[in-house]
């Protein structure tokens, strides 16, 4: 039986056993069969007997699956979020923007209070450049990391309502190049609705007025 490699290296690094030794592990099988199926959820993963297919999955984020890790930030699984964040701050030329785009893709309302400090942090909208030997790189600042991760998560949440997923994606013009006008938008729209936010009423959360 031939085995995936990252389900080969969760059996490894769990202790499991491996292909020439039987089966796949439960765990490993289940956590490949929730990605597949995109059926993690919160009230699977607080299950004291899902805790070894859950520790699967975050192992297999840890280890470089993009699969995982959006699956456990659209349960807001505190490990992944915290590590994405540390990501998103390192102004690093490719992992910030990675996991800026992780975040709004999860679709992931409560990451919004996670982003707000950084979306708020007063700083210039332009790139920072870099250069490594014979090339160029541009990083963008964290506030515009963090306003287009929130805007991302506005469009992708099935708990907000149209009005404001409509204006949400109205932010993304070609012509705002380094999405300071988005930036502005999305801290105004932060400051008139933290509070239905912070209150889990997103269905409620409209554009600025």
């Avoid at 490993?28 to 607080?46: C, E, H, K, Y």
């Avoid at 409620?204 to 007025?209: D, E, F, L, V």
Wanted: net charge positive; glycine share 6%; hydrophobic share 45%.
């Amino acid at each position: 039986m031939r085995i995936k490699p990252y389900l080969f290296l969760v059996c490894v690094v769990l202790g499991l056993r491996t292909p020439g030794e039987a089966e796949l592990p439960p765990a490993a099988v289940q956590a490949d069969a929730l990605l597949r199926n995109q059926a993690l959820t919160p009230a699977f993963a607080a299950k004291p007997e899902h805790e070894s297919v859950v520790r699967a999955v975050r192992m297999l984020a840890k280890n470089g699956d993009s699969r995982a890790r959006l699956a456990l930030l659209k349960i807001a699984d505190p490990e992944t979020v915290e590590t994405s964040l540390k990501q998103m701050r390192s102004h690093h030329w490719a992992q910030s923007g990675e996991a800026a785009v992780e975040l709004g893709a999860s679709g992931q309302p409560v990451l919004i209070l996670a982003l707000s400090e950084d979306l708020l942090k007063q700083e210039s909208a332009a790139p920072a450049n870099f250069v490594s030997g014979d090339e160029h790189f541009k990083v963008r600042p964290r506030s515009v990391l963090a306003a287009k991760a929130i805007r991302d998560i506005i469009v992708n949440a099935p708990e907000f309502n149209e009005a404001l997923k409509a204006w949400a994606r109205q932010l993304d013009s070609g012509a705002d190049r380094n999405f300071e006008l988005g930036r502005e938008g999305i801290r105004a729209w932060w400051k008139q609705n933290q509070g239905l936010l912070r209150d889990g009423k997103y269905r409620a959360a409209h554009p600025p007025r």
